[in-house]
């Protein structure tokens, strides 16, 4: 018999909320149970107690009576055993000696001394026995035993170990499910990038078939289609270069962002007026990875593009954000972002389009902030009016990683 399979990743709440009510229940029982036994231990021991002093009383008013030596030396070996901490104290309120408080027996002074601070901690936890000493009153105070201490934490122990255990378990699940995550996009990824190789070449070959006839293939078309099949060749590239460390290089920001800018004019809708301002003080050099940076640009552009289905303003402004930092905006006005969502857009899964994967900003957050050192957010967004996504990055270099392993 097949069992039924189970969707672990999709339906993680309901999982996380069925373990978080059996620990719950897991640890009320155990309080509860513990409770009980901790209840019947403790007035077991007042018990032994009460017999003790009923014994000490007994034997104290009546001596001409049977000798009761051994019934009374068999329960204060109970009482002993027990490690009931006990203090026996005169008619006068002062301690006159004690069991099971590691008393010293040659210093008088020291002893009476542990006694009386024993006892001051000692006459608030319960209520004293009384003893009928030969017509004087005398009484025991006492404390919980050591087991009686231990019975009562431990519930609260054994949950707390539970919470810890769930936390840890919860911590290698989630490594475990990245790690496999990671591992079927690589995998893909590359395995695409092999699938891309053999179209991409007879495109090339295409190209320059169409180059030996411009009469019939003019060459402004001919250098759109060139134009889209380097573009595959880059994402080809991109694909391939997924789970392996990226080759960081000093290139002119501005123009890697210009670049990509006027290559999607000419594929979008001509209803979408795309402006770029460079208020750069200079043509900067930045440490970055051209391929992974376009990408990110990439991805945010298109988001931009199709939150405006296909009528609006892409405005992209590149400038210095303080002596250290320059910054890159990416303001779109299409339908927004509720305040709620500016960070789930980031999450993986996370997507409005029927297509898709809802990747791409995932990664380009990767790409941007551990890649290159720098920061991605949306830095202000209204529903109906627009977003806009800031890229910082600092004027440091920065250490270089393996290439993030997820694709949109």
Do not use: C
């Amino acid at each position: 018999m097949k069992l039924p399979a189970i969707d672990i990743y999709g339906q993680k709440n309901l999982y996380q909320i069925f373990i978080g009510i059996n620990l719950a229940l897991i640890g009320i029982a155990s309080i509860i149970y513990t409770y009980n036994i901790v209840e019947n231990i403790d007035a077991r021991e007042k018990r032994q107690l009460k017999l003790y002093a009923q014994l000490i009383e007994y034997s104290a008013n009546h001596p001409i009576a049977e000798d009761n030596t051994f019934l009374f030396e068999v329960v204060k070996d109970n009482i002993f055993q027990s490690r009931i901490p006990t203090i026996w104290v005169g008619e006068d309120n002062v301690p006159i000696d004690g069991t099971n408080l590691d008393l010293p027996t040659h210093n008088p002074s020291e002893k009476q001394k542990l006694l009386n601070e024993a006892f001051d901690e000692m006459k608030d936890e319960h209520p004293p026995i009384e003893v009928d000493v030969a017509g004087t009153k005398q009484y025991i105070f006492f404390s919980d035993s050591s087991l009686l201490v231990q019975m009562r934490y431990y519930p609260y122990v054994q949950l707390l170990s539970l919470i810890v255990l769930a936390f840890l378990a919860y911590l290698v699940f989630s490594a475990s499910r990245t790690a496999e995550q990671n591992r079927v996009w690589v995998g893909l990824a590359k395995e695409t990038a092999h699938q891309l190789g053999t179209p991409i070449a007879s495109l090339m070959g295409w190209v320059e078939f169409f180059r030996t006839d411009p009469d019939r293939y003019p060459d402004e078309y001919t250098g759109e289609i060139e134009k889209d099949v380097k573009r595959l060749e880059m994402i080809t590239t991109r694909f391939s270069s997924i789970g392996s460390t990226p080759a960081m290089k000093n290139e002119n920001l501005a123009e890697v962002v210009s670049t990509f800018l006027d290559y999607l004019k000419r594929r979008i809708s001509t209803k979408v007026k795309v402006t770029f301002v460079n208020d750069l003080p200079e043509e900067r050099q930045m440490n970055i990875n051209r391929n992974l940076f376009e990408w990110v640009i990439e991805n945010i552009s298109k988001n931009a593009v199709d939150a405006m289905t296909g009528v609006g303003a892409l405005k992209v402004r590149i400038f210095m954000l303080n002596k250290h930092e320059l910054a890159i905006d990416i303001t779109d006005t299409g339908k927004g972002i509720s305040r709620g969502n500016w960070q789930k857009v980031f999450k993986p899964g996370i997507s409005t389009k029927k297509r898709g994967w809802g990747l791409g900003l995932t990664l380009a957050k990767r790409i941007i902030e551990e890649y290159h050192g720098g920061k991605l957010f949306v830095k202000n967004s209204e529903v109906g009016k627009g977003t806009t996504f800031r890229i910082v990055l600092k004027q440091l270099p920065v250490e270089v990683k393996a290439m993030p392993s997820g694709v949109d």
